[in-house]
């Protein structure tokens, strides 16, 4: 089965600068990568999602990057704000309607003022 | 966008006692259904799939005979815990599916406590 495994486990940065996180995957089947953003005692919120026939979506200050070939994603959030800070999991899954997603371990975010 | 429901949002219980989560699509008709567990500063742990109308497809490692997935209707799903132990205090969150959506929505979560 598909494995999502998520780099770093958490993430300390300078409000303003940025932040990255990088996840890999491993069934070469999946095709469509979504990213969490979970608050404390919430659910998780779908930020942004990149389907498998893109190399990289942006929105606003957060951008995510695919890499096919070695199997890798990525996170971006760029001039990073203090709301930013939460817990982030990347995800896969195949995209159709009965495919599940599998989580990451996820990367506790905190943005120093 | 997809609006999901989770009831009851906590429970405390009696270990040896069962309880049921309910999770519901309110706006639209869920032909999946997923159940998740997460306990504290770890991920979400997929436990099982459901389909409507037919048999839950469990994880491996998890329980079918402890953890009692129905999917009766399109806009409801039920988690039975049953005989629960302190060792299944955790958060319980579903999530849902269309037949036509690319997304799952997150229902809010059920803080469960076993004492």
């Known amino acids: 089965g598909e494995n999502v495994e998520q780099h770093p486990s958490t993430l300390s940065v300078q409000e303003g600068d940025s932040a990255v996180i990088k996840c890999t995957y491993s069934?070469?089947?999946?095709?469509?990568f979504p990213w969490y953003k979970q608050e404390l005692g919430k659910r998780p919120q779908l930020i942004i999602d990149?389907?498998?026939?893109?190399g990289e979506k942006k929105d606003q200050r957060i951008a995510v990057t695919l890499n096919k070939t070695a199997k890798h994603f990525s996170l971006h959030i760029t001039e990073t704000q203090p709301e930013d800070s939460a817990v982030y999991f990347c995800a896969a899954s195949l995209y159709s309607s009965a495919s599940k997603i599998i989580f990451g371990s996820g990367t506790r975010l905190s943005i120093r003022p | 966008g997809a609006v999901v429901s989770q009831h009851p949002s906590r429970v405390i219980c009696k270990s040896g006692t069962s309880v049921k989560i309910e999770c519901r699509s309110l706006?639209?008709?869920?032909?999946?259904m997923f159940w998740y567990r997460q306990f504290p500063k770890q991920s979400l742990m997929l436990m099982a799939t459901?389909?409507?109308?037919?048999?839950?497809?469990?994880e491996q490692g998890v329980e079918k005979d402890k953890f009692l997935i129905n999917h009766a209707s399109l806009t409801l799903s039920t988690l039975t815990v049953t005989s629960a132990h302190p060792e299944d205090s955790s958060f319980y969150i579903c999530?849902?599916?269309?037949?036509?959506?690319?997304?799952?929505?997150f229902g809010p979560g059920t803080r469960l406590l076993v004492l």
């Open positions: 706006d639209f008709q869920a032909t999946t």
């Open positions: 069934d070469s089947a999946s095709n469509y």
């Open positions: 990149i389907r498998s026939n893109v």
């Open positions: 999530s849902a599916r269309g037949a036509r959506e690319r997304d799952q929505y």
């Open positions: 459901s389909n409507e109308g037919s048999k839950a497809t469990y």
